[in-house]
């Protein structure tokens, strides 16, 4: 199976910055694009940045020029360094990757758990 697993989330000022990190792991074959999502309470899931295998990259016009998205693609990582935080960017940030799997090799969507960013004003 696949995992996905988020890390770097927290508490932090309006101001400040937070680097997010999401390694995959497990029965991997290939993996394509990578994503990062949020969910703020009462909301829906939206999405924040992503990355394709190329490198080429896409954002939500609320995150344009505050974030940035990268990948490791030796490691299976796709990071998520954000500055300038403001308290609307509270939310529960989740990472999304399409794998291609050993024994299965077409492409499925897998998530991460979730990891807490809080923005205090």
């Known amino acids: 199976q696949v995992q996905l697993v988020e890390s770097g989330g927290g508490l932090v000022q309006a101001g400040g910055s937070l680097r997010l990190s999401c390694g995959a792991s497990?029965?991997?074959?290939?993996?394509?694009?990578m994503g990062w999502y949020r969910q703020a309470p009462g909301k829906q899931r939206e999405l924040v940045a992503a990355i394709t295998v190329g490198g080429s990259t896409n954002y939500a016009d609320s995150v344009k020029g505050r974030f940035t998205i990268s990948r490791d693609s030796a490691k299976n990582t796709v990071y998520l360094q954000m500055n300038s935080l403001k308290p609307e960017d509270t939310a529960a940030y989740y990472c999304?990757?399409?794998?291609?799997?050993?024994?299965?090799?077409?492409?499925?969507?897998?998530w991460g758990q979730g990891t807490l960013v809080t923005v205090s004003s």
């Open positions: 999304n990757a399409e794998i291609s799997t050993i024994g299965f090799f077409a492409f499925r969507e897998f």
């Open positions: 497990g029965s991997i074959f290939r993996i394509n694009d």
